[in-house]
């Protein structure tokens, strides 16, 4: 089973700010959270990870909560081209294991 | 520039009629892994590979193998294929880009494969 639940879906009018939460309650303490995103079905893209500290880069924003349990990834002015399944997954950043991806959440940004 | 690069990208092949789906990174990572997509149940690991000649099953290893010859590459084989394989497999690699000091999974652009 995956570590992380979303939601199934959601909708973002274009321009404006898309927060997908991500909700990974059993997380330890040498895992961080990352963020994929797959259009289509090309090969799914990383976008930003963190362990507990927030993180911006030119794609995104992630806060992670104080407990880190939970996380949201933030397109700050969504476009069309966003219109993407998006992956929240936990994982340490060596140890190498068994990665679970979830269903996801679909993002479709609306004109 | 840094990549996983996956051939064939489409295979139709008949009931088993083995088959091989080769993978190459370009980063020296040492993990690799290999995922199947189909409608409705995301990404699922099928084998992955912590380093030359050690493999591991994933959740879905049935009716695939897969070998670690050298770092680079990561072949998936099916010996028997069924049409219960029909999927969109993906191939993958972890750790720091070319030029990045971030670790990260990269992902090749996929193989589309019909099995009648």
């Given at each position: 089973d ?5 939601p ?10 898309a ?38 880069n ?21 476009t ?31 004109p | ?13 008949v009931t ?19 995922y199947?997509q ?12 912590m ?8 959740d ?12 680079r ?10 049409p219960?394989?029909?999927?969109l ?28």
């Amino acid at each position: 089973d995956a570590k992380t639940t979303q939601p199934t879906s959601m909708d973002c009018a274009e321009g404006r700010a898309a927060n997908l939460p991500c909700n990974h309650s059993t997380i330890s303490g040498n895992e961080y959270v990352y963020w994929y995103r797959q259009i289509h079905s090309q090969g799914p893209q990383y976008i930003i990870h963190g362990l507990k500290n927030n993180e911006t880069n030119e794609m995104a924003s992630l806060i992670i909560t104080e407990d880190r349990k939970s996380s949201t990834l933030i397109l700050p002015h969504a476009t069309l081209r966003d219109t993407a399944v998006y992956y929240c997954i936990v994982r340490p950043l060596i140890r190498y294991d068994k990665v679970i991806f979830g269903p996801g959440t679909s993002l479709s940004v609306i004109p | 520039e840094a990549q996983v690069t996956q051939n064939p990208r489409y295979l139709i092949t008949v009931t088993g009629k083995k088959l091989t789906v080769t993978c190459s990174q370009n980063m020296n990572h040492e993990y690799m892994s290999w995922y199947r997509q189909d409608p409705g149940l995301g990404l699922r690991q099928i084998y992955y590979s912590m380093n030359v000649e050690v493999t591991d099953k994933g959740d879905v290893p049935e009716g695939y193998k897969v070998s670690r010859k050298e770092k680079r590459n990561f072949p998936l084989i099916l010996e028997s294929p069924s049409p219960n394989q029909t999927s969109l497999y993906f191939c993958a690699s972890w750790g720091k880009g070319l030029a990045d000091s971030s670790y990260e999974q990269y992902f090749g652009p996929g193989t589309r494969l019909t099995v009648t």
